[in-house]
């Protein structure tokens, strides 16, 4: 079975499917799970009592856990002096708070097995340090930080913790987003392409694999910076 967080819509929702067309079991996280085609729970990953809740479940269905991909986020798009409060917190709650605490209970799920690929999503802000991205930066900045450290503690259960970093994916999250500003973004990548989720999910896919083995504490930048 593969965990994935923000399973309900956009790159999120393309992972679960893609999972599913290759066979894999998926089982979705989200805060609205309404008409969703695979098993799914409702989830505020920000919400510690919510995850914790997951993995109970997940235990009393004896699930055998080998993937945990954490999707789940929000952007912020605002100089860092006119952000305020509200969105700075909900920001690093969701992003940074949420991966830490679905890496804090579901990963032991994984552990029985020695074997397991968790997956954290960055940006390819991180990189690139994008002008009017700050706070959203500051939080996906403590993503990889935390996957690299949690990748060593990870590595002697057989558990390889990664993150992959896209630049804009066309998805809903770029809704209010202009054209100019995303090509600013392209022209910056080392690869100047405006990716799809295939592409995203073609990563995914390549770190579920148990033949990549070797791939640990690495951010995997789509399109490179």
Do not use: W
């Not at 399973?7 to 893609?18: H, K, P, Q, T, Y």
């Amino acid at each position: 079975m593969i965990i994935v967080t923000g399973a309900s819509r956009g790159l999120g929702r393309a992972v679960c499917d893609r999972l599913i067309d290759t066979g894999l079991q998926v089982f979705g996280l989200a805060r609205n799970i309404d008409g969703l085609p695979f098993p799914a729970m409702a989830c505020d990953v920000g919400n510690h009592d919510d995850v914790k809740a997951v993995a109970r479940e997940l235990r009393k269905q004896k699930a055998n856990v080998t993937g945990l991909i954490n999707v789940a986020g929000v952007a912020a798009m605002n100089l860092a002096v006119t952000t305020p409060q509200a969105t700075v917190e909900k920001v690093i709650r969701i992003n940074l708070i949420g991966t830490i605490y679905c890496c804090q209970l579901l990963a032991p799920l994984m552990l029985r097995n020695a074997n397991g690929s968790i997956i954290n999503f960055s940006t390819i802000a991180v990189s690139l340090g994008l002008k009017g991205e700050s706070i959203y930066v500051a939080s996906k900045s403590g993503v990889e930080g935390f996957s690299r450290s949690f990748a060593r503690e990870m590595a002697d259960f057989g558990v390889k913790v990664n993150c992959i970093a896209p630049g804009p994916i066309d998805t809903a999250l770029l809704r209010g987003i202009s054209s100019e500003q995303i090509n600013k973004i392209v022209a910056q990548q080392i690869i100047q392409k405006q990716y799809t989720p295939d592409a995203v999910c073609d990563i995914v896919e390549l770190l579920l694999d148990p033949r990549s083995t070797a791939i640990t504490g690495e951010v995997l930048n789509v399109g490179g910076a």
